[in-house]
Every structure is written in C-alpha cells, then in structure tokens.
C-alpha cells in the first residue's frame, strides 16, 4: 500500500494544472483524481499511479517515494 495524496497534489500544483486539466491530459477523471487528494481512495490502482506519473513527468515510484519520506519525517 502506498500513499500518493499529499505528492500528487503538490507534484500537480507545481506543473500549473487543474485537477480537470490533469485529468484530461493522464485520461483519468477529475473526480478520481480529487478522491486521491482528499483520501478517499487510500490505495489507488497501479496504472491510475502511472498514467499521473506519466503526464506530471515523474516516475511512479518517484511519487510513492517522495511520500514515504514526508511520512517518515513525520
């Protein structure tokens, strides 16, 4: 299980994009990636991980990695 939320808004916010805009661009629902965001999907699909991943130009396991670090430090 890994936790994307809190790196993928903040991995969103610094490209400039809406969460409709990345949406459009991964070919993954706005909503999906809301759910993501606020928690209510808690362990997303691989390929959802991977298809944001591609359009905000980072690795998958960039965006879990960078989380487990945050929770680490927590």
Not at 15 to 25: E, H, K, V, W
Not at 44 to 64: F, I, N, W
């Amino acid at each position: 299980c890994y936790d994307v939320r809190m790196n993928l808004r903040d991995l969103r916010e610094r490209a400039g994009y809406s969460q409709a805009r990345l949406g459009r661009i991964a070919k993954v629902r706005a909503a999906t990636i809301s759910d993501i965001e606020t928690g209510r999907i808690t362990d997303p699909h691989y390929s959802t991980v991977a298809k944001l991943a591609q359009a905000l130009d980072v690795a998958p396991s960039e965006m879990a990695a960078a989380i487990v670090s945050v929770e680490a430090s927590a």
